[in-house]
């Protein structure tokens, strides 16, 4: 069963925006949390992480576009999406990372679709 659980996604013309939220199931020590997405015909990618420590990286193509952000007291994970293009369109998965190796966990993904 999954282990994370996502929410959010729909479809959203292009300009527009969505919030994704991603909630572990379980609870542990996260060294790292982020966000992927996948579209067809195409390798999963990182599109943006947050580290315990509250750095964040993201994807060259949704710089200044995209926030990633955790609630340390909810032990959740958001990646708000603004000025959403067409090429943002595929599944986005929610990624947890403990401090175990073996505590790595991914969403349920859900889909994103931006028409123009």
């Known amino acids: 069963q999954v282990q994370l659980v996502e929410t959010g996604g729909g479809l959203v013309q292009a300009g527009g925006s969505l919030g994704l939220s991603c909630a572990p199931k379980?609870?542990?020590?996260?060294?790292?949390m982020g966000w992927w997405r996948q579209a067809p015909g195409h390798r999963r990618e990182l599109v943006a992480l947050?580290?315990?420590?509250?750095?964040?990286n993201y994807l060259d193509s949704v710089k200044g576009r995209f926030t990633i952000s955790r609630d340390s007291a909810k032990n959740t994970v958001s990646l708000q999406m603004n000025s959403l293009k067409p090429e943002d369109t595929a599944v986005y998965y929610c990624?947890?990372?403990?401090?175990?190796?073996?505590?790595?966990?991914w969403g349920q993904g859900t889909q994103v679709t931006v028409s123009s």
């Open positions: 379980i609870i542990f020590n996260i060294a790292v």
């Open positions: 990624y947890v990372q403990g401090i175990r190796a073996q505590d790595n966990y």
């Open positions: 947050i580290t315990s420590g509250g750095a964040s």
